[in-house]
């Protein structure tokens, strides 16, 4: 039986895709099952293995994990990507969390209207470069470190590389006023584990397109029309 953390949700980015990149940072293998079509997803509810009833759902360390938060926590904790004591822990936490409220702007983006998405495309650069990403290089360059959290690397080191390079998706000098951070997705870019997943042929998925939106719309039954902020 393989002992590589298996990983349960759709072939695109969605809530597993920061799971995906911490398990990459920690250098650990994983595999995937994708989701498909509804019997897949009736399967997994009726065996019990979606405590919520939602995706994502990881296996490892004979648990199957739901809740992506708790996931994260997990494998930020087994890996030694959580700090070196409650304090650091504690600003970890604080940074993931306000990297998570502008990832919750980027990942509701592929279901809206084009018309929603104009909107919804300024919104996330507005709020990126007025609240999010002046905390990040005020706290670089106060503590002239390398990374966020105690000068070691850590989840919000991942995380936070993982919402730039979205964010510069949608618009792609959207760094051009915070040197610091374009310090430090360079830094965190070229640590080996991170430059690996990011390199093609990676388990990294590609932006969202009509496919992806489809098969999470049919496999869970989206047929309403998500409205943007």
């Known amino acids: 039986m393989s002992t590589k953390p298996k990983l349960y949700y759709f072939d695109g980015r969605g809530k597993m895709e920061s799971i995906r990149w911490l398990l990459a940072a920690a250098g650990v293998e994983f595999e995937e099952e994708f989701l498909e079509t509804r019997d897949q997803y009736e399967k997994l509810l009726q065996g019990g293995s979606l405590l ?78 007025s609240r999010y990403f002046p905390v990040y290089e005020k706290v670089l360059k106060d503590h002239g470190q390398d990374f966020l959290v105690g000068n070691s690397f850590s989840w919000a080191d ?47 998925k590609p932006v969202p397109d009509d496919k992806y939106v ?9 047929y309403y029309d998500v409205k943007a902020n």
């Open 214 to 222: 489809e098969t999470v719309r049919r496999v869970l039954r989206m």
């Open 158 to 204: 991942v995380h936070l590389l993982e919402a730039i390079l979205m964010v510069e998706e949608k618009k792609s000098d959207v760094l051009s006023g915070f040197p610091q951070l374009q310090a430090f997705k360079a830094r965190i870019s070229s640590i080996p584990a991170i430059k690996k997943f990011l390199e093609p042929g990676s388990q990294r």
């Open 52 to 129: 919520f009833q939602q995706v994502p759902m990881v296996e490892i360390d004979g648990m199957k994990m739901v809740q992506t938060r708790a996931i994260l926590s997990y494998i930020a904790a087994k890996y030694n990507l959580y700090g070196k004591d409650l304090k650091e822990r504690a600003l970890i936490d604080m940074y993931v969390g306000g990297t998570d409220d502008l990832m919750g702007f980027i990942l509701m983006f592929p279901f809206l209207s084009a018309e929603d998405k104009e909107k919804q495309r300024a919104l996330i650069v507005q709020k990126a470069t």
